[in-house]
């Protein structure tokens, strides 16, 4: 199996190279539409208007473990949100479960309210520890979505089934709800819950969505090259195996 991935990996980073290339030269390279992403400074936009605080949440996991790719996801999309509120001057209301993701999500905010030259609009106390267990933190976030009055809910990281308590309170309030998670058990508890439904890979895909950088946008159409190669590969094989 080692050896099948090693071959994978140099099958694809010719392509990756190409692809950056061209992204690089402005070649008019297109992202298929993600709602769930793009629907995010609308979200902000919106809370500028009515004055009311976004909820974000990273996941229930920390830095460090297996889980450490659907957090940086999280924070991914959060910095995008910290530097639309901070130009909007819109408060975010960060949740986080574990400590070592604490001191991330602030620098996150304080950078953002810093690069729009407005340092002391940042208030560290909008990002909050609640708890290390998931069902504590689920506990946590559903008393907070339903006592805060809220734009939004946007959870986007490493969820368990303890989502569903903070999905359902959510939706029984009728919060608009992006949820994106990787976990394929949580998924059907997020999409009967949530508006905008990030799937699995998806939830990868905030960095080419939002900052924009050519390796990651590279990066997003070399697993779309790949997925279609397979596709077809399989296809192939079943053909040919009919004709034999």
């Not at 990756?16 to 902000?44: D, I, M, S």
């Not at 889980?67 to 999309?77: N, R, S």
């Not at 979505?145 to 734009?151: A, H, Q, V």
Request: charged share 15%; proline share 6%; with cysteine.
């Amino acid at each position: 199996m080692e050896t099948i991935g090693l071959v994978l990996l140099l099958l694809t980073l010719p392509v990756l190279v190409f692809l950056t290339y061209r992204v690089r030269a402005g070649k008019g390279v297109e992202l298929r539409p993600l709602p769930g992403l793009e629907e995010l400074p609308n979200l902000v936009g919106r809370s500028a208007e009515t004055g009311l605080p976004l909820h974000v949440s990273v996941g229930v996991a920390g830095i460090g473990g297996s889980t450490t790719a659907e957090t940086w996801a999280g924070l991914t999309v959060l910095r995008q949100l910290a530097e639309a509120a901070a130009a909007c001057d819109t408060p975010l209301l960060v949740t986080v479960s574990d400590a070592t993701v604490l001191p991330l999500a602030q620098d996150i905010l304080w950078r953002a309210y810093v690069r729009n030259g407005t340092p002391e609009g940042y208030d560290p106390t909008q990002v909050r520890l609640i708890a290390p267990e998931p069902m504590a933190y689920a506990a946590g976030v559903s008393g907070l979505l339903e006592r805060e009055s809220l734009t939004a809910n946007v959870m986007v990281g490493a969820f368990g089934d303890e989502y569903l308590l903070m999905g359902e309170t959510g939706a029984r309030r009728g919060i608009h709800q992006i949820v994106g998670t990787s976990d394929p058990q949580t998924l059907p508890l997020v999409y009967a819950s949530a508006d905008e439904t990030l799937i699995g890979e998806e939830t990868f895909a905030g960095g080419a969505y939002t900052m924009r950088l050519p390796v990651q946008i590279a990066s997003l159409l070399a697993e779309d090259w790949a997925r279609w190669a397979v596709a077809a590969g399989i296809l192939v094989a079943v053909v040919i195996k009919l004709l034999l």
